[in-house]
């Protein structure tokens, strides 16, 4: 598993989002990885500063992801949904669903306003 965090200012927690190998594939191969630039960032990590590589989400970079996040998850939705028929336990319905709800729950992170800087690497 793989993490893809947002931090916010120094004085709130930071946000991991843990994804599965596959899908930080998928997203390094698709356009969410040419959205916005990496700079360098301080930030206080259990006590100690850090300088990371981090997109800025300003009002455009959030923007862009934002709609990069709603076209994903309708396209995962019609894939899950089709799959769902044949869903015969919680275990196959839980693996069915959980690409969309991984893009949710980072869709979610773009849209708070809160998370001022995003970890892709």
């Not at 947002?6 to 989002?17: E, G, I, L, M, Q």
């Not at 990069?68 to 939705?77: G, P, R």
């Not at 275990?91 to 069915?96: G, N, P, V």
Request: aromatic letters at 10%; glycine letters at 2%; hydrophobic letters at 35%.
């Amino acid at each position: 598993m793989l993490d893809m965090i947002f931090y916010t200012n120094n004085a709130r927690p930071s946000k991991y989002v843990e994804l599965s190998e596959e899908i930080y594939e998928w997203l390094a191969k698709s356009q969410f990885s040419k959205i916005g630039c990496s700079i360098e960032k301080s930030f206080l990590i259990d006590g100690e500063e850090e300088c990371l590589p981090v997109v800025e989400l300003d009002r455009e970079n959030r923007q862009q992801l934002r709609l990069f996040f709603l076209e994903a998850v309708a396209e995962e939705s019609e894939a899950v949904l089709s799959q769902l028929q044949s869903a015969s336990s919680k275990e196959t319905y839980q693996q069915i669903t959980y690409r969309l709800q991984k893009l949710q729950e980072l869709r979610k992170c773009i849209e708070n306003e809160n998370y001022l800087y995003l970890q892709r690497i």
